[in-house]
């Protein structure tokens, strides 16, 4: 168990709607990063937010945004679902604020989403 | 940006055997390369990191190599088991662009009894 924690665990929806998918980040990590893996496919980067700043974007599409709460929580929200974002979705945390490199990222369990 | 590239896309071994798999990259301010492990439906783990500050680290069965001047780094698996089947993904991340990891495509590892 990495200590990430990532709800629901799967969520099955239909294309055209909107879902949240919700992520807590280990004990004293101020960094969330989170990222989409579809079927047999990579890992592709979409976000990452450090202490509720977002920090950096990747491969993220406009119907998707993301936000870090004051509690250090985030939720990444889908919106006008296509098939095509079918996938798992992961979030991982890690200490952040280091000057340099080296910070190792802790994944969750991920977010499997299926929209028919 | 960075870019990674992994080799093989799959790779097959008999138990026993050794398993190298191989990324390079593309920046030269890259300084930290994790590689993670990941079970079919599970989350990646990460298994062994190595920093530009070194050039192999090794814990038990597992050693990754990195070569700052060609820009690739290598991970070694030995005396491979059935158990360490799975995908395998190499990543960077950079020393002033610290908010971004950049992956490999992964590498899907059978360990044949």
């Known amino acids: 168990d990495s200590g990430v924690t990532q709800t629901p665990k799967h969520l099955i929806t239909a294309t055209g709607q909107r879902v949240t998918l919700r992520c807590s980040p280990r004990?004293?990590?101020?960094?969330v990063y989170w990222y989409q893996q579809s079927l047999d496919q990579g890992l592709q980067f979409l976000i990452h937010?450090?202490?509720?700043?977002?920090?950096a974007k990747g491969n993220i599409l406009e119907r998707f945004s993301a936000q870090q709460f004051p509690d250090l929580h985030s939720e990444l929200n889908l919106s006008s679902l296509e098939l095509g974002d079918s996938a798992l979705y992961f979030c991982?945390?890690?200490?952040?604020?280091?000057?340099?490199?080296?910070?190792?990222?802790?994944f969750g369990p991920g977010t499997r989403l299926t929209v028919l | 940006g960075e870019n990674v590239e992994q080799h093989p896309s799959t790779l097959s071994v008999q138990e026993g055997d050794s398993a190298v798999i191989k990324c390079t990259y593309s920046?030269?301010?890259?300084?930290?390369f994790p590689w993670y492990k990941q079970e079919l439906g599970k989350r990646p783990q990460l298994i062994i990191d190595?920093?530009?500050?070194?050039g192999e680290k090794k814990d038990q069965r597992i050693a990754v190599t990195l070569n700052k001047t060609a820009k690739h780094f290598s991970l070694h698996i030995t005396e491979t088991q059935p158990e360490d089947s799975a995908v395998y993904f190499c990543?960077?991340?950079?020393?002033?662009?610290?908010?971004?990891?950049?992956f490999g495509s992964g590498t899907k590892l059978n360990v044949k009894p």
């Open positions: 991982a945390s890690s200490v952040g604020g280091r000057a340099w490199g080296g910070d190792t990222q802790y």
């Open positions: 004990s004293g990590d101020l960094s």
């Open positions: 937010y450090y202490n509720g700043e977002e920090r």
């Open positions: 920046d030269s301010a890259s300084n930290y």
């Open positions: 190595i920093r530009s500050n070194v």
């Open positions: 990543a960077a991340q950079g020393e002033y662009n610290f908010n971004k990891f950049y």
